[in-house]
């Protein structure tokens, strides 16, 4: 129990004033539930009679109407008990986003052949004494005295509105193989970075090891904050409270590198007891995101196989086999056309994803007024085929209204993938550079949970999928200058 409200008394149409806070997040699924219960002003749970409950997703409430969501009492048998209304706002502290840049001088030289590629990595302290990354800066090649773009990040996100709260920045040498080397690093606070607005602020970057091993041991270089600015900015709720739709688009990997389905070891094999790793991707996603589409139709394609009737190779063949409507149903209902497609094609190849993008980009072009946005979800599980097609794909989608979410299943090395990620490098094809980071990968086996929790496993798997999918729309909406509907008034 979190909190409860006031007793209002003789009236079976209360209108409560007391309010509650919970935190947000886009990226998880946070289930509520409400008791009602009559009469008495004892604070001892349990003291009431029970009059009726409701059982809500945080989610469906942000995603409804103007915040306002209306749903029917249950819980006490052969009665009907009520309905509960539900209003959200958000609150206005903590909007504030920040425009920071930086630059470093005479950082530790790392590569043998070189300097050093060196990028910056913020890292945010919780309350339990951990670090979560909030922001990694591009990789500035081959010098020791590297100058960053400028970015912006959510106040929120760098220190959750504590102006006190210890920011840490690491600094790394980028490598290839993913193995960057520890340069050095230094910590500081949002308090302290906004005195740069009137003077530039120096820190020392300090490597622990190298401290303790050289008596003579100075630092490892310095990064200087050359500006920093703040502004109040909209959020990804004032957006979804003004109207703009998330459209949900999937697409499946059905090449034959998955194994036959109807064999154990396949990946598209679905037990008796458990969902395959397709299923559980799918289901860990689309049950968060689809409490953001208002219809709840999701256009689900198939990609890598030969369909029927004549058994050609497809690439972008609808799940439920109607191409002029190729929208499912809900989450329920993209599964039961991905489990009847398992038994109607033929697992074949090659793994192509330049035709879904292509295909979902050609949708989000139609409108670009910031109403709708699409998000498509590709679960995969091998090497892309159409790699340069892929990347022309991507920063062709990079100007529009849409994020792309891609989940690798199975045992493969997923290089490819992070190259598309353009976390660290910004993606590029043909010497043009994608307008927006746009792409979200992560492999679905780093979510396995030892002790065989899928619940747990599938909640961690959503919320590092979907985290990136409200900064990708807010990008989005500042490049072209949209700001959000106003609600409409009751």
Avoid at 74 to 84: E, S
Avoid at 225 to 238: H, P
Avoid at 275 to 289: D, F, M, N, P
Avoid at 351 to 378: E, K, M, R
Wanted: aromatic share 10%; glycine share 6%; net charge negative.
């Amino acid at each position: 129990q979190f909190g409860r409200t006031e007793v209002i008394d003789n009236t079976l149409n209360p209108d409560f004033v007391r309010k509650f806070v919970l935190d947000y997040y886009f990226e998880e699924k946070q289930n509520l539930r409400f008791d009602v219960s009559p009469g008495s002003h004892s604070a001892l749970p349990g003291a009431q009679d029970f009059l009726g409950q409701a059982f809500v997703a945080l989610g469906e409430v942000i995603g409804s109407q103007r915040g306002r969501l209306e749903r029917p009492l249950t819980g006490v048998p052969g009665k009907r008990c009520g309905t509960i209304l539900l209003l959200a706002e958000e609150l206005s502290n903590c909007r504030d986003i920040v425009t920071m840049q930086l630059c470093a001088n005479k950082l530790d030289k790392k590569d043998f052949f070189g300097k050093s590629d060196p990028f910056l990595v913020f890292y945010r302290s919780n309350e339990d004494g951990t670090f979560t990354i909030c922001h990694k800066t591009e990789v500035v090649k081959n010098t020791l005295n590297p100058v960053w773009q400028p970015f912006t990040i959510p106040v929120r996100a760098l220190c959750n509105g504590d102006y006190d709260r210890t920011v840490k920045i690491d600094v790394y040498d980028w490598d290839r193989d993913g193995s960057h080397d520890f340069i050095g690093e230094f910590a500081t606070s949002y308090r302290e970075l906004s005195r740069a607005q009137s003077q530039f602020t120096v820190y020392e970057v300090l490597n622990p090891r190298k401290k303790c091993k050289k008596k003579k041991y100075v630092n490892s270089g310095t990064v200087t904050l050359l500006s920093f600015s703040v502004e109040s900015e909209f959020t990804f709720v004032d957006y979804i409270r003004g109207g703009t739709q998330l459209n949900f688009t999937v697409a499946i990997d059905f090449t034959a590198s998955n194994g036959l389905p109807s064999q154990p070891t396949s990946l598209h094999y679905v037990s008796p007891y458990q969902l395959s790793a397709y299923a559980l991707a799918l289901k860990a996603v689309g049950e968060i995101i689809q409490d953001y589409d208002s219809d709840k139709l999701f256009p689900a394609y198939g990609f890598g196989a030969k369909v029927p009737p004549d058994g050609k190779i497809s690439h972008h063949f609808p799940l439920n086999n109607n191409v002029d409507n190729p929208s499912c149903a809900g989450i329920e209902g993209v599964l039961e056309s991905y489990l009847q497609s398992l038994r109607t094609v033929q697992l074949y190849g090659p793994t192509n994803f330049a035709p879904v993008i292509n295909q979902v980009a050609g949708t989000a072009a139609q409108v670009t007024d910031g109403s709708q946005y699409h998000v498509l979800l590709i679960i995969t599980d091998g090497v892309i085929s159409d790699m340069l097609q892929t990347k022309e794909a991507i920063v062709t989608a990079s100007s529009l209204p849409m994020s792309i979410i891609i989940v690798g299943v199975g045992p493969a090395e997923f290089e490819a993938m992070e190259e598309l990620d353009g976390d660290e490098v910004r993606l590029s094809s043909r010497g043009r550079y994608a307008e927006r980071d746009i792409v979200q990968f992560v492999p679905f086996r780093d979510y396995v949970d030892d002790s065989g929790n899928q619940v747990l496993s599938m909640a961690r798997l959503a919320k590092d999928v979907l985290a990136e999918i409200p900064e990708q729309l807010l990008s989005y909406m500042k490049t072209r200058d949209i700001k959000p509907r106003r609600a409409d008034p009751e």
